[in-house]
């Protein structure tokens, strides 16, 4: 290896239309971690849309580097664009200057000049191969677990009137969510029979929400199925003054309830990390099997005298 040697690392995820998805990224990684290993230097070039404080594609110079490796994904020449150029193609033309290698792509054609125009090309499946070779996310270290947290969330409620704060509580939460070390999964209370999206019966949504280390919800039956099931929530009234979602967490003895005026990040930053506190995860097991008043023993009563 010439010791000039230095490599720029792109893929799908290096156009400013391209996608990222976990697969692309995780090859990457697995390329990454192999360059280290064999002391290449290197430099991954990002889409700005994905990691807009990284090395965005077109900021990075061709003669800064030896090598262009591209990994992962299809190699084709259609246009990003109605109106514009072929990514891979593009490519091939900015960097010609360098040895480009292609490393665990498809090839759907290995006569389009997206291909050809690669001086190495080590695909993972094509027509012609022998047979396909392992995708390279299966080389990449393992990443680290991380908490996996429901999102329950209500932008209506409009019996509230001008006490509604949903779309400021849903904006808050959202710039929160986004930068929130966790596994996010959105859920919904709704049931719907029709979309496979939705849960359909009660149960349903208590298989997914028993599986959860916590629940974000601005929803009363997004604390109260979280709780029935054990699982702790961080619960965000989104009504100033406090609505349902306060005095049922008070009815439960649920400390982790938020006013709509309180949901500041290092509020949810504080309360969600006791959530999953051991505190936390044991007074949710507990929560909802507190001896409580009991409605129905009232309605009993109600209805035999």
């Known amino acids: 290896m010439p010791a000039t040697t230095r490599v720029l690392l792109t893929g799908w995820f290096s ?4 996608e990222a998805t976990a697969g692309d990224v995780l090859a ?25 404080d990284a090395l965005h594609l077109d900021a990075a110079d061709p003669a800064d580097y ?18 514009g150029p072929a990514p891979l193609l593009d490519l ?12 665990g792509v498809s090839v759907p054609d290995p006569a389009d000049p997206a291909a050809t125009g690669f001086d190495v090309l080590l695909p993972r499946d094509g027509p012609g191969l022998a047979g ?30 001008a006490r509604r704060h949903h779309a400021q ?9 986004r930068g929130l070390e966790a596994a996010r999964i959105p859920l919904d209370t709704r ?13 349903q949504l208590y298989s997914m929400v028993c599986r959860l280390d916590a629940v974000v919800t601005t929803r009363l039956h997004g604390l109260v199925l979280a709780l029935r099931a054990g699982v702790p929530a961080l619960a965000i009234d989104p009504v100033r ?34 959530c999953l506190s051991p505190s936390g995860r044991g007074l949710a097991r507990t929560a909802s099997g507190l001896p409580h008043r009991d409605p129905l023993a009232d309605l009993i009563g109600h209805l035999l005298q």
């Open 241 to 274: 003054g406090g609505a349902k979602v306060t005095a049922q967490g008070a009815a439960l003895g649920w400390p982790a309830v938020l006013p709509a005026e309180g949901a500041a990040p290092a509020a949810l930053d504080h309360w969600l990390a006791w």
């Open 92 to 103: 091939h033309r900015r960097f010609a200057r360098c040895r480009r290698i292609a490393v």
């Open 28 to 52: 990457a990684e697995a390329v990454r971690h192999a360059l280290q290993r064999a002391s290449v230097p290197c430099e991954t070039a990002w889409s700005p849309m994905f990691r807009p």
């Open 191 to 203: 049931l719907d029979t029709r979309d496979w999206r939705l849960p359909a019966t009660p149960g």
């Open 132 to 161: 396909a070779t392992p995708d390279l996310s299966l080389r990449a270290p393992l990443p680290p677990r991380v908490p996996l947290v429901g999102v329950i969330l209500t932008e209506g409620q409009h019996e509230y009137g």
């Open 169 to 177: 509580v849903a904006r808050i939460l959202g710039d929160w969510l």
């Open 66 to 83: 030896t090598h262009l490796v591209f990994v992962c994904g299809p190699v084709h020449s259609t246009p990003g664009r109605a109106d």
């Open 15 to 18: 156009f400013l239309e391209g």
